[in-house]
């Protein structure tokens, strides 16, 4: 099955480059791939898009077409992808968080202020138990204590003062934390 979109940015480097090569360059790949990228854009199309020579390339009328409508489009899905990449970057948002009785004390008072400081998009949900329970099934991003991971998704941590479990797409923030050298004062 062909992705429909699949051939685009090769064909926006050659309009940007209106060279095979340099198109290619940009793309890291070789002109062979550039100019086999665009032949399949083409025929799925059913439209020359550009027209080359062994010394120029330049777009067709329905080129310049395709060009004007995509560009715009194909910048636009660029920037999303930038910023949801942004968003991870940076913890924001809810964390649930379980910790058993005995490990409240840990996270209380200067941690969790320090914490929230260096986190201030974060919005924490603590959940204080003792029971033993499957953080995915609960909806808990991170959990110590007596939690358990059942389906197996999930990514372990420990440091010299703890031990905990934390869904895979959290592991930034306890990394992050760690390399900010947060605790208690």
């Not at 060279?19 to 890291?28: H, P, S, T």
């Not at 062994?54 to 489009?73: I, K, N, P, Y």
């Not at 005995?102 to 008072?109: H, P, T, Y």
């Not at 329970?133 to 110590?144: E, L, N, P, Q, Y």
Request: glycine share 8%; aromatic share 8%; proline share 2%.
């Amino acid at each position: 099955m062909s992705d429909q979109f699949e051939g685009i940015s090769v064909f926006l480097a050659i309009a940007e480059a209106r060279n095979f090569r340099l198109a290619g360059e940009k793309l890291g790949v070789t002109r062979s791939a550039v100019s086999q990228a665009l032949q399949r854009l083409e025929d799925r199309i059913g439209v020359a898009l550009v027209q080359r020579t062994t010394r120029s390339v330049r777009l067709t009328e329905a080129g310049e077409q395709f060009h004007d409508m995509v560009s715009g489009s194909v910048r636009q899905i660029g920037d999303a992808i930038l910023a949801v990449r942004e968003v991870q970057s940076r913890p924001a948002g809810l964390l649930k968080i379980a910790v058993s009785s005995i490990a409240e004390r840990f996270i209380s008072g200067p941690l969790l202020s320090g914490f929230m400081q260096a986190y201030p998009e974060l919005h924490l949900d603590i959940t204080i138990t003792d029971e033993e329970f499957d953080i995915v099934d609960r909806g808990f991003d991170m959990a110590s204590g007596w939690a358990r991971c059942w389906n197996r998704i999930c990514w372990r941590f420990l440091s010299r003062h703890s031990s905990g479990i934390a869904q895979p797409h959290h592991r930034t923030i306890w990394q992050d934390a760690k390399r900010r050298d947060i605790r208690a004062t």
